[in-house]
């Protein structure tokens, strides 16, 4: 079943009202939690795909259990784009749908994996923070590009990482996921300490360089958006 989401009442409609909002609740991120133990529990997947021309975005959160990865539950939400497109804002035209889509859900979600950022953003809070300060569940980014920030390549075995630098302040990690593959961008969202949010990230990764939570939900939203256009 996929839920039908509305652009919520008071929704930043402008840069300078998602700015502020964004400083607002930037103060309430939680940096000091470990999170929850990696292969325990739950583990959630979102993503999101997007029609431009026709205004719609569809969301996908995707459980899995954290030990075997096996599909516990899953749920979609399509709606209209609720922001335009301004880099360092994409939270404001995600958030509503996966919202929508999280509260579907049969089941906890445990912690959310996001395909993007959390503290590897210009103002520190990208969509992982975004969404976790606002569900209170621990979120990590996993983003397949580093943004703007600098690092070093990682050695080439499987879990070798590296600092993801804003100058001097280590922001992220460029993580190895496969032996000499492209790094992935992990950062902490809420509620996780940046060396739990790594090592979920490699127990999410036993075969591919992206985590089976981001692959799962990824081909999911992709579905739900095809429906919508059909």
Request: with cysteine; proline share 9%; aromatic share 6%.
């Amino acid at each position: 079943m996929t839920t039908t989401v509305r652009v919520p009442a008071g929704w930043p409609a402008t840069e300078e009202a998602a700015l502020a909002v964004q400083e607002e609740l930037r103060g309430r991120v939680v940096l000091d939690e470990p999170g929850p133990a990696p292969g325990t529990g739950h583990v959630t997947g979102v993503d999101v795909a997007y029609d431009d021309e026709r205004d719609l975005v569809a969301a996908a959160a995707v459980v899995l259990d954290a030990a075997t990865l096996e599909v516990v539950a899953e749920a979609t939400a399509v709606g209209r784009v609720s922001f335009p497109y301004v880099p360092g804002l994409l939270a404001f035209r995600e958030i509503p749908t996966v919202r929508a889509a999280l509260d579907a859900l049969p089941c906890p979600p445990g912690l959310v994996v996001c395909d993007g950022y959390g503290r590897a953003h210009p103002r520190r809070f990208g969509l992982a923070s975004h969404l976790g300060v606002l569900t209170g569940l621990p979120t990590v980014g996993v983003a397949k590009n580093p943004f703007t920030f600098v690092y070093d390549d990682p050695d080439a075995p499987r879990g070798s990482h590296a600092p993801l630098l804003a100058g001097t302040e280590e922001v992220g990690r460029a993580l190895r996921t496969r032996d000499a593959v492209k790094p992935v961008f992990v950062s902490v969202g809420h509620r996780v300490s940046l060396d739990n949010a790594c090592a979920h990230t490699l127990a999410l990764t036993p075969e591919y360089r992206l985590p089976e939570t981001t692959r799962r939900a990824d081909a999911l939203c992709r579905s739900a958006l095809r429906e919508a256009q059909a």
